[in-house]
């Protein structure tokens, strides 16, 4: 078996078009996983290894992480590509989750923008120690100085270099590692034969300051090294211990760079990744105990301990479903039952391979720590297996955001139905984010996600993988609705002529409830709504819950009490209770003054700081409340909070605002009231709706 | 509590500015060692005027946006629950509309793309404010020539302007007011000055008015507050 501190689960994570396809690719070549290097947007037709899926290659973007599996000397990596759009935040924060450490690749001139600042902070949230790769260094304008700046005041990492370029730019020609105190150059047509020299004397002095600046920062995690430094005699053994303390305590972030285009640094962050980021022994894994309240218990990490693995990805690929499980204590063995957690199920594991993007290799076990991925095995992601038994953990339940943005979906005909279907019964399973359910009154499916991004993916992919034709409406926000004070009702469901008769009477009131969705609460005493007809009740205050009487929209934030009621010995029944539930919140939601709530995005807008004025002015006019801006050199960062019924369409006017320099990213912030005059165009609009 | 009653209590209420100064355009300054409380104080003066439905900027030299947002929301959070503020969400909600928080790296900081800034603001139809906070403006390195720009923002724009200073408490460094350095030779700029000192073995936080009169304050120059809140301790009324 395979040693455990022999293992890397690393995660590639960073800004769109940093590059991070093409490293990937590069570690890929030089660990002889692939045999020739194609570009993300490669002539050849090929496309990068990675970025298996076809849509994300015609928009050299990745949106699906594959885990894909390497050897460099004589360690393994698992290597799980991240997508760096903030719409597909949950795949990134799914990926977080397996992940032992992370390498944050930034671009040498586009440095720290927002997006990494919010992979950054899910990094930070997982407790992911990483290293900084600053790539295209061959860039014109590349400035690795003002990158690393910049991770220490936008992302607040002690950001220390460990090594130096030579030259920056067409200029570039290689690297000096300041813990050697060599210079090291990438030769060949691939930039495979590294060539080890003394530093050029031209370069002598600048790194013997770099590297003092290092040992001062390094040494604080280590007393040895920082005696050994006092007496001049710091040993690379010592500097190299220092930074892994420091790194894998989250305290220290050494920062590599180079260029994976111009094949110069690769190999280096690889012996990076080997040297500093943790095995999986060094990090804690906590795991649920079920059958004590979810108490939190470290998971051991031993291979010969009961089995504990996570599902964490599941794609359709052409050799049918693939589940991706990450282990973390215990064997997974080919041959063996395992128990999913959550339904209670049994499965065998039939074909357990290593994952190499697109190919794979059948391998008989897997210990703790890897990532494997398994065929054949029914499961919706984020489901725990264990080995069975008596042994009821599961791992921690991943914190998944209600979806706020939906629309309308038709296929164009029979065919399309089908396959429609199909895709969407796996998209549900594959991302927890992205929800659909049949809208009872138009008969339409209704696709709802995270953001207009999210759902156009989905869209393509139906097209492009299922040959799923669907016309799409426009987009729709998740309005809710919401009570803000108490209200009484007491209400008789009677009807009493003719055949059998339906009687039932609840009175009770409802409230404001502060935290959860709905509450019910039962407070009859005397039996005078008899036992077996509260839950009737129950079910007919929930059924309100799905369309608000303001504007049909889904009401939460309800407590439910019901204090008395009457019943008939011969016409009470189930129905009549419900629609006695009914009745009684309908007589109450108007009386509690029922409210509209919008879902609010946090924004941060960038840009060049002239266009600061016209961006706060956009922003300002879509209803957004502005917190704040940030002021750094050329650079502007404001920060909003808009609705999100407001920023449809707004990359586009951005971009024409800012002659196409200003970006921006948005995340779901809060639920909040939303304008008496908007309210009243919705009621409006609703209103006429329903009319048709 | 009322939102009134709040408003009462803030020391700022017992700041008057020289009688002849225009309320609407002074200048404040308070000056503290490091970790006494000058941002507290700078936040208490911006929720005051938050709390009068007046719009206020928040200029930060230094810190970043989530920090300084922080020390609002933990303000608040501190006052409402030390007042026992009724509907404390919808008032916060409410208030934290009309302001607006502008950060600024050290090297990046100057007084004339404040200005810029803050035209643009006002030209974009953003926010009207009309009172100024600034934290982290470095004394220091700053001549007297910015300052009476910032005089002259104050008095174009109706704009009360509140400053921040670390100051050195050696005696000899002292204008004869009592003023410490670094501002002892800019002290003229100001309507107001307050120094703030925590005083040992008490749970209260002393403000020295050093200039400016204390006309409503029955306490004369020196107020008690309450190092949570900030607000006027009740006892020493």
């Given at each position: 078996m395979r040693d455990i501190t022999k293992v890397r689960n690393i995660g590639i994570s960073a800004h769109i078009d940093s590059g991070k396809t093409t490293l990937t690719e590069r570690i890929l070549f030089y660990t002889q996983r692939i045999h020739a290097i194609h570009e993300v947007r490669g002539k050849d037709g090929v496309g990068a290894k990675m970025d298996s899926m076809e849509l994300e290659r015609e928009r050299g973007i990745t949106i699906c992480s594959a885990a894909t599996y390497c050897d460099w000397k004589d360690h393994a990596i698992n290597i799980i590509d991240t997508p760096g759009h903030v719409d597909f935040t949950i795949e990134v924060e799914r990926a977080l989750r397996v992940l032992d450490g992370a390498v944050l690749i930034l671009c040498s001139v586009g440095g720290v923008q927002s997006q990494s600042i919010t992979v950054n902070r899910q990094m930070t949230r997982y407790r992911v120690p990483r290293v900084a790769f600053i790539n295209k260094c061959d860039r014109t304008g590349a400035n690795p100085?003002?990158?690393?700046?910049?991770?220490?005041?936008?992302?607040?990492?002690?950001?220390?270099?460990?090594?130096?370029?030579?030259?920056?730019?067409?200029?570039?020609?290689?690297?000096?590692?300041?813990?050697?105190?060599?210079?090291?150059?990438?030769?060949?047509?691939?930039?495979?034969?590294?060539?080890?020299?003394?530093?050029?004397?031209?370069?002598?002095?600048?790194?013997?300051?770099?590297?003092?600046?290092?040992?001062?920062?390094?040494?604080?995690?280590?007393?040895?090294?920082?005696?050994?430094?006092?007496?001049?005699?710091?040993?690379?053994?010592?500097?190299?211990?220092?930074?892994?303390?420091?790194?894998?305590?989250?305290?220290?972030?050494?920062?590599?760079?180079?260029?994976?285009?111009?094949?110069?640094?690769?190999?280096?962050?690889?012996?990076?990744?080997?040297?500093?980021?943790?095995?999986?022994?060094?990090?804690?894994?906590?795991?649920?105990?079920?059958?004590?309240?979810?108490?939190?218990?470290?998971?051991?990490?031993?291979?010969?301990?009961?089995?504990?693995?996570?599902?964490?990805?599941?794609?359709?690929?052409?050799?049918?479903?693939?589940?991706?499980?990450?282990?973390?204590?215990?064997?997974?063995?080919?041959?063996?039952?395992?128990?999913?957690?959550?339904?209670?199920?049994?499965?065998?594991?039939?074909?357990?391979?290593?994952?190499?993007?697109?190919?794979?290799?059948?391998?008989?076990?897997?210990?703790?720590?890897?990532?494997?991925?398994?065929?054949?095995?029914?499961?919706?992601?984020?489901?725990?297996?264990?080995?069975?038994?008596?042994?009821?953990?599961?791992?921690?339940?991943?914190?998944?955001?209600?979806?706020?943005?939906?629309?309308?979906?038709?296929?164009?005909?029979?065919?399309?139905?089908?396959?429609?279907?199909?895709?969407?019964?796996?998209?549900?399973?594959?991302?927890?984010?992205?929800?659909?359910?049949?809208?009872?009154?138009?008969m339409e499916t209704i696709i709802s996600g995270m953001g207009e991004l999210h759902l156009d993916v989905y869209v393509e992919r139906m097209k492009r993988e299922y040959k799923a034709e669907v016309t799409v409406g426009a987009p729709q926000v998740a309005y809710r609705e919401t009570i803000t004070q108490r209200a009484e009702f007491n209400y008789t469901h009677k009807k009493q002529t003719g055949g059998s008769g339906q009687f039932g009477r609840v009175a009770g009131f409802l409230e404001p409830l502060e935290e959860g969705e709905y509450e019910f609460v039962d407070k009859i005493v005397g039996g005078s709504v008899?036992?077996?007809?509260?839950?009737?009740?129950?079910?007919?205050?929930?059924?309100?819950?799905?369309?608000?009487?303001?504007?049909?929209?889904?009401?939460?934030?309800?407590?439910?009490?019901?204090?008395?009621?009457?019943?008939?010995?011969?016409?009470?029944?189930?129905?009549?209770?419900?629609?006695?539930?009914?009745?009684?919140?309908?007589?109450?939601?108007?009386?509690?003054?029922?409210?509209?709530?919008?879902?609010?995005?946090?924004?941060?807008?960038?840009?060049?700081?002239?266009?600061?004025?016209?961006?706060?002015?956009?922003?300002?006019?879509?209803?957004?409340?502005?917190?704040?801006?940030?002021?750094?050199?050329?650079?502007?960062?404001?920060?909003?909070?808009?609705?999100?019924?407001?920023?449809?369409?707004?990359?586009?006017?951005?971009?024409?605002?800012?002659?196409?320099?200003?970006?921006?990213?948005?995340?779901?912030?809060?639920?909040?009231?939303?304008?008496?005059?908007?309210?009243?165009?919705?009621?409006?609009?609703?209103?006429?709706?329903?009319?048709? | 509590m009322k939102k009134q009653d709040l408003i009462e209590k803030n020391p700022i209420r017992h700041l008057k500015g020289e009688s002849d100064a225009k309320e609407s355009s002074r200048m404040g300054l308070v000056m503290a060692r490091p970790g006494v409380g000058k941002t507290a104080l700078l936040v208490q003066i911006a929720l005051d005027s938050l709390l009068n439905d007046k719009q206020v900027v928040h200029v930060s030299v230094g810190q970043s946006l989530d920090k300084t947002k922080l020390w609002y929301d933990d303000m608040f959070k501190d006052i409402a629950e030390g007042c026992k503020l009724d509907k404390a969400g919808e008032i916060h909600d409410a208030i934290m509309r009309n302001r607006m928080i502008i950060t600024f790296n050290e090297s990046t900081f100057n007084q004339a793309k404040l200005e810029e800034r803050l035209h643009d603001l006002v030209q974009q139809n953003v926010i009207k404010p009309s009172c100024m906070v600034v934290d982290g403006f470095d004394f220091a390195r700053t001549d007297r020539a910015a300052l009476e720009g910032m005089r002259g923002l104050a008095s174009a724009m109706d704009l009360q302007i509140w400053f921040s200073a670390v100051c050195n408490e050696s005696a000899d460094q002292q204008s004869a007011a009592g003023v410490p350095a670094p501002c002892k030779g800019v002290e003229d700029l100001f309507n107001t000055v307050v120094l703030l000192q925590p005083v040992s073995q008490s749970d209260c936080i002393d403000l020295r008015i050093l200039k400016g009169s204390a006309a409503v304050s029955k306490c004369g120059k020196l107020l008690k507050l309450d190092p949570m809140t900030f607000m006027i301790r009740e006892d020493c009324k």
């Open positions: 100085d003002k990158v690393i700046k910049q991770l220490r005041d936008k992302l607040g990492l002690n950001a220390v270099p460990i090594q130096v370029p030579m030259g920056l730019e067409g200029e570039m020609q290689g690297l000096i590692d300041l813990v050697r105190m060599k210079a090291v150059y990438f030769d060949g047509e691939n930039g495979d034969k590294i060539r080890v020299e003394e530093i050029p004397a031209k370069y002598k002095e600048e790194c013997d300051i770099r590297r003092e600046e290092m040992l001062d920062a390094v040494s604080m995690f280590s007393d040895e090294l920082m005696e050994a430094v006092l007496e001049g005699t710091p040993s690379e053994e010592m500097i190299m211990a220092a930074i892994r303390k420091g790194t894998l305590d989250l305290e220290l972030t050494p920062v590599m760079m180079g260029t994976a285009y111009k094949n110069k640094g690769v190999q280096l962050l690889l012996d990076a990744v080997v040297s500093y980021l943790p095995c999986p022994t060094d990090v804690e894994n906590f795991a649920l105990d079920l059958d004590h309240e979810e108490a939190e218990v470290k998971v051991s990490n031993i291979s010969s301990d009961p089995l504990l693995a996570l599902a964490f990805k599941l794609e359709d690929g052409r050799y049918g479903q693939l589940t991706y499980v990450r282990t973390y204590q215990g064997t997974l063995k080919k041959g063996d039952s395992i128990v999913n957690v959550r339904t209670g199920k049994k499965a065998k594991v039939g074909r357990l391979v290593r994952m190499h993007s697109d190919d794979m290799e059948e391998i008989d076990e897997a210990g703790s720590g890897d990532i494997v991925a398994l065929f054949g095995i029914d499961c919706a992601s984020g489901d725990t297996f264990t080995s069975g038994g008596d042994y009821n953990f599961s791992m921690t339940s991943m914190h998944v955001p209600e979806p706020v943005i939906s629309l309308s979906i038709t296929p164009v005909d029979n065919k399309a139905q089908d396959n429609m279907s199909k895709a969407l019964n796996r998209f549900t399973k594959e991302d927890p984010t992205f929800k659909t359910y049949v809208d009872t009154e138009t008899p036992r077996e007809y509260i839950p009737s009740c129950d079910k007919g205050f929930q059924k309100c819950l799905d369309k608000g009487a303001l504007i049909g929209a889904h009401v939460t934030g309800v407590r439910c009490t019901i204090i008395d009621g009457a019943s008939h010995a011969v016409d009470s029944s189930d129905i009549a209770f419900q629609l006695a539930a009914i009745g009684g919140f309908k007589e109450a939601y108007g009386k509690a003054k029922p409210v509209i709530m919008e879902p609010i995005m946090k924004v941060a807008a960038e840009g060049p700081s002239e266009f600061q004025g016209s961006i706060m002015g956009s922003l300002n006019q879509r209803r957004g409340i502005i917190i704040g801006t940030n002021e750094e050199e050329a650079y502007t960062v404001i920060e909003a909070e808009v609705p999100l019924s407001e920023m449809f369409g707004y990359s586009t006017d951005l971009r024409s605002l800012t002659q196409g320099k200003a970006e921006f990213t948005m995340e779901f912030a809060t639920y909040r009231q939303v304008p008496k005059s908007v309210a009243e165009e919705l009621i409006v609009k609703a209103q006429k709706k329903d009319k048709k | -």
